[in-house]
């Protein structure tokens, strides 16, 4: 497991305020947190197809695709432009129906 040793490290110093504002536990903090809200994401998009929830399908494609556009300008070399991807096929998608 990434971060593996730098969680260890915080849960050693007892978790409350071990987090800083940069750094490798900056990073494991904001990673650990942001999957599950990703995970749940993908769960309730997974629902909306299954309900033909068309309304959902298009704010999570255009979230998704603004999320990616913006994230690739500010960082052009991370994964942002493999997510504004994923936006438009879901937004194309939800609008065909």
């Known amino acids: ?10 849960v050693r110093g007892g978790l409350v305020a071990t987090v800083p504002e940069r750094g490798d536990r900056a990073a494991a903090f904001w990673f650990m947190t942001a999957a599950p809200a990703l995970w749940m994401g993908g769960r309730l998009l997974r629902s909306a197809e299954e309900h033909g929830d068309l309304a959902a399908q298009r ?9 990616g556009a913006l994230g690739a300008a500010a960082m052009p070399k ?3 432009p493999a997510l504004a991807g994923l936006g438009g096929v879901l937004l194309r998608r939800a609008w065909r129906g």
């Open 59 to 67: 704010a999570t494609g255009a979230t998704l695709l603004a999320v």
């Open 78 to 80: 991370g994964g942002f």
């Open 1 to 10: 497991m990434q971060y593996r040793d730098t969680l260890a490290g915080m």
